[in-house]
């Protein structure tokens, strides 16, 4: 790689790195998010420059959506990670939480390389004796993969669960405050009330 | 004044009304102002309903030119207006009125169509409401005895709804979008018979009247559209068979008769005769086009002067002898715009958005875009294929709602899965960038080939990263695969590299846990609707809150087992890589 090229990747790299300084990765977001609502939702921590909504490319179906978004500078960031952390955030929809971390280089799509020298890969015979060992690798990474996937699977299983916990339990408190309602607003409380000789107030 | 015609194809009565000029090399182009159609007068600017074979909806149009060719042809040309179904997407949640529809704008496909004169079904009332100082406001009557009201319009270009009108509504001059004035009305209210006598003094009338900013919609009363139009309409549909049929010339015939097989056959075409103008009108960026209304318009004011109206003819007609290949290419070109355009209006708003999109391509870069449109030709089966196989082009240059984002690598690696030509890549240095893994496909395997790093996000494996590659060809994917999977390509670090078949494209989301909604009705009445639109942090006295909670603690644990996962996978890959003798 000739020098100028190089001194050029330095650059964009470095700059690329203070860019990921100001970002916030945000998840547990709905898939239906869109840019403006997200820019409104973090206004209140400062100015919003740029929001990238994370592609589902091989994930499952149901998991949330993630974003990336670039504020202007590392300080409003940060508070907005702890804001996050310590009180509970809902965008577009509760109850779930948002969540968010710093961000880090994996996570852009247009991450710029990283400089210095080419990748050098090489085929191995198979009486060399790492070949062995490679093909060994080759397994136990393939193993990792589906176990990571197995694991998203549990999660996702248990998110439904609490999804549907809850829903049980608001459908069943809303029930509750309903009747109440009816009761005061066509008078029966108030009937009830003075045959006991309670005052009831709305 | 009025010229008889023998038409042998159509058992409709038909009589031309008043003439406005003469156009074509030879003059053999005859334009009109208005016409008697099956016992109803039309007249230039009025509204009218097209059939379209083999759907029950017709489509509500305004007349903005009349002709007869040469050979004996009647030709009109239609500026569309938009009915709130076909524009469901751009409409949002802007309120619209029962019988409201959008007249046309702007530029480009599903502005205006060149149709046969027997397309048109019958005469359609429509009244303008828009409160322009410049527009008549209609009396209560109008307003009860009208088909259809229109007070906003549709650009095709921009996909908006605007509601002021300029000087020009889509090349057409806005006092003929206008209603028209009382005098003018009576004038259009003329018998069924097309009675020589009684269309001279209509026509008399109408000149008289020309001073006056003629305005458009007629304010029409209901007897005019005669009855039993449904009956006609089986009629009608024979005859444009027939004529449409009768009036391309064989080579150009046979060109478009194996777009129609391909596509939708329809009845409202681009005749092959005015595709050289059409063209060259869309090279221009529709300028031309617009001049050429804009001519007409100016001419009608003038009380069109000869010269005047010849000129604007004369265009057409050296685009008309167009060289025969280009006129063939943008025959197959424009008939796939329009047909484009057919198949959208009667469907969905995304193939509509695309139809919209295409003509705009051709205009900046004809050449090229008739080349892809023409390969594309052979590998489309119908009408499907058609809107899908345009909309993965265009929505990405015209995705500004995100309601349904799509990305170009996401499209290409949709049809690659189906190709069979899609490889997953793991075991990557998670820093790698997808430059660099098509360099190392390249390299090792001299193919070429599209990559793509998977996102890094909280919960992937900090150890491996992953790749999506897509390929040309399914043997080169093969090749791939096989030499990876039974041989070993170490990337630096000790790394070999893993490859697999990539699971299927996740389809759009329908799911998602956590959000909960309290049914409308109850939410209504507590004035909450807006509720969940907003953004908020969560007070600890609510129930919300405990909600909250509970799927922070989830969090906590998902983050914890990941943690341990991803640990257990370090150390197996640690104590493997310990045992490699060279690194």
Known sequence: MDPSAEDKYKEEYAAFKEMVKRTVYLDNLRPQVTDAVIRTALDQFGKVVKVQLV????????????????????????????????????????????????????????????????????????????????????????????????????????EENIHKKQAESLKANHKKLELIERALSDGTAKKLGSCYNINIHD | ?????????????????????????????????????????????????????????????????????????????????????EILGWLGDMRVLENEIFLATGEGVGLANVNPLEAIAGKCNVVCTSKDSRNRQPSE???????????????????????????????????????????????????????????????????????IPKETAPVESKSLITNGDNDQSMAINDVKDVTVKGEYSTDLKSVVTAVESNCLSTTIEEPASLLGKEVSGSKAGAVKDEFEMATDTKVKAEKRPQPANFSSDTEEKPAKKAKKDDVIKSSVDKSRNDTQKLISRGNDVKAMSTAADAPAENAKSGHDVLIRQEKDKPSKQGKVDCSSKEKTINKTEK??????????????????????????????????????????????????????????????????????VIFKTREGTQKVMTKLIEGCLMLPNGRPL??????????????????????????????????????????????????????????????????????????????????????
């Open chain 1, 55 to 158: 592609s589902n490319l091989i994930g499952p179906e149901n998991i949330s959506s993630a974003a990336l978004v670039e504020m202007e500078n590392a300080e409003q960031a940060n508070q907005i990670i702890t804001e996050l952390a310590s009180y509970p955030f809902m965008i577009s929809g509760m109850p779930r939480p948002v969540r968010a971390i710093a961000a880090e280089m994996e996570m852009f799509d247009d991450c710029p390389r990283k400089p210095g020298g080419r990748i050098q890969c090489r085929w191995l015979n198979k009486k060399d004796p790492d070949f062995e060992v490679a093909m060994k690798m080759k397994s136990a990474v393939l193993k990792h993969a589906s176990e990571a996937t197995s694991l998203l699977q549990h999660q996702l299983l248990a």
């Open chain 2, 1 to 85: 004044m009025a010229m008889v015609e023998a038409d042998d194809v159509s058992n409709l009565e038909f009589s031309w009304g008043k003439k406005r000029g003469v156009g074509g090399k030879k003059k053999e182009v005859q334009f009109y102002e208005s016409f008697t159609y099956d016992g109803v007068d039309y007249n230039l600017y009025d509204s009218v309903y097209m059939l379209k074979e083999g759907e029950p909806e017709h489509y509500i149009g305004k007349l903005i030119k009349i002709w007869e060719n040469g050979d004996k042809t009647k030709k009109v040309k239609v500026q569309w207006f938009f009915q709130p179904s």
């Open chain 2, 141 to 211: 009557e109008e307003l009860k005895l009208a088909d259809y009201i229109f007070y906003r319009t549709f650009d095709v270009g921009l996909c908006t709804i605007l509601d002021k009108m300029d000087e020009k509504v889509g090349g057409t001059e806005v006092r003929f979008v206008f209603n028209k004035e009382e005098s003018e009305a009576a004038c259009a209210v003329p018998g069924h018979i097309p009675d020589e006598n009684k269309e001279k003094k209509c026509a008399v009338v109408c000149n008289g009247t020309q001073q």
């Open chain 2, 399 to 468: 995705d500004n709602s995100k309601w349904f984002r799509q990305t170009p690598f996401e499209d290409r690696f949709k049809t690659a899965q189906k190709d069979g030509t899609t490889l997953m890549l793991h075991n990557l240095d998670p820093e790698y960038v997808s430059g660099e893994v098509e360099e190392i496909i390249w390299h090792s395997f001299k193919e070429y080939c599209s990559a793509k790093m998977v996102q890094g996000t909280k919960i992937s494996t900090p150890h491996s990263g992953q790749a999506i």
């Open chain 2, 498 to 583: 893993v490859c697999s078949t990539p699971s299927t494209f996740p389809g759009k989301q329908t799911t998602f846990y956590g959000h909960l909604v309290l049914d409308n009705k109850t939410q209504a009445q507590r004035g909450k609707k807006d509720a969940v639109s907003t953004s908020h942090c969560s007070q600890p006295n609510t129930i919300e809150y405990d909600m909250a909670m509970e799927w922070c603690l989830l969090q906590a644990r998902s983050d914890s087992w990941w943690k341990g996962l991803h640990k257990q996978q370090g150390e197996e890959l640690r104590k493997l890589k310990a045992t490699l003798k060279s690194k």
